[in-house]
Nanobody
Framework: QVQLVESGGGLVQPGGSLRLSCAAS????????MGWYRQAPGKQRELVAV???????HYTDSVKGRFTISRDNAKNTVYLQMNSLKPEDTAVYYC?????WGQGTQVTVSS
């Protein structure tokens, strides 16, 4: 039973912050590359950030300097800290381990 469960989404004003969490079970979490994706209405799903098993991080250009991906292997959890949020960040955010998807968590940035 591989399961990825995202949480932490919500409604936030522009310039605000949210921290998303993805709790993994059923996998040896520490060996996997973990990614955060998002899908906005009418758009394709895109990779937002990725963190390797060794802790290297990569971000799509639109979130560089604002988002930070991290992982806590002891808790089998990957995080996405989102600062300086913009309306264009509005999307459903998904966690992925290369083979499985979480259910997604909605992030809405609006005044």
């Amino acid at each position: 039973q591989v399961q990825l469960v995202e949480s932490g989404g919500g409604l936030v004003q522009p310039g605000g912050s949210l921290r998303l969490s993805c709790a993994a079970s059923g996998i040896i979490f520490s060996i996997y590359v973990m990614g955060w994706y998002r899908q906005a209405p009418g758009k394709q799903r895109e990779l937002v950030a990725v963190i390797t098993s060794s802790g290297s991080t990569h971000y799509t250009d639109s979130v560089k300097g604002r988002f930070t991906i991290s992982r806590d292997n002891a808790k089998n959890t990957v995080y996405l800290q989102m600062n300086s949020l913009k309306p264009e960040d509005t999307a459903v955010y998904y966690c992925n381990d290369g083979a499985h998807w979480g259910q997604g968590t909605q992030v809405t940035v609006s005044s």
